[in-house]
């Protein structure tokens, strides 16, 4: 076991490595991304020569992340799987995929394809957009992770012209980037909000007809732990959440995540305490109890073993950090 960072990308990754079950079939790899945004900014950008490639050549497997991700194709050909569906992509086509849905990206066989991303922290970004508001705030959320959109040329021109507009902004830096960079964010975002509205039944209604999809299946327990993980959490309803039986839920979550439900909880938790350490001054004490852990010791014990080192350790090395900006920290176990 060890933690995986990546400066270069800022992130830290989770790799559910293929494996062989009672069939003897072999399991399509996941990798789970936590990603980090600025400290005054919800959007992190991925952009530049580093971007061109041939994707899926070199990891194939599914993929989800923290934060909503919106693409764009500048050039290149090829096919995006999002959760079970496949659909092509072309230049000047746009992607966005809510938080926590497993999706690959595909080039053609030997075609370089050119594409950039934008990660957005919608939740922490609505959260203090209507901080007097916070029911509002968890309800706006929710309708924006409800749909995965693809925009294909020439479709949808005022979103793209948006979209185009933020990715313009994050590239080029200008004087004021990040004051207009939340403004069209809060434009893009009440867009998406009223297109998701009108199809949500469709969605959902979409989910309950394809329960064999099991990274479907577990997505509602995955966004319940994002939202409840300072609470004390019992698996059974989490399975609840995911209208299964525990016995069920525990062998689906393990086969596609390769860690239990209970892991998955700490590791949540884990990040979170890590933001805490990073953006604020309590005590050890009051993190353990904000991010669900109760007592110091079991914050202490289970922080170490997915950390290798104590969280008085890891506060002090993270603040003496050299060359970076102050930067969320995802401190999360990874494996091969």
Known sequence: MKLCYSDNKYTTTYFAGEKNTMSGKRKEQIEFRYYEVPEHLPILALMGDNWKMEYGKDTPGLHFHNFMEIGYCHYGAGAMTVESEEIRFEPDTFTIIPKNVPHKTLSEKGNVAFWEYLFIDVDSFLKELYRDNTGYARSLCKCMN????????????????????????????????????????????????????????????????????????????????????????KIKKLAEVCHMSETHFRRVFHEIMNMTPSEYVNLVRIEAACELMQRSDLSMTQISEQTGFGAPSTFNRNFKEMTGMSPYQWKKNSNNRNGREKYRVSALRGWY
């Open 146 to 233: 409800a749909k995965t959109h693809l925009i294909r040329p020439g479709e949808q021109p005022e979103t793209a012209a948006l979209l185009k507009s933020l990715f313009e902004e994050m590239s080029e830096k200008r004087e004021f980037y990040k004051e207009k960079c939340k403004g069209l964010l809060q434009v893009f975002l009440m867009e998406l909000a009223r297109n998701n509205k009108t199809s949500q039944k469709e969605n959902d209604k979409a989910v309950i007809e394809e329960p064999e999809d099991r990274n479907v299946q577990i997505t509602a327990a995955l966004h319940y732990i994002e939202e409840h993980y300072s609470e004390e959490l």
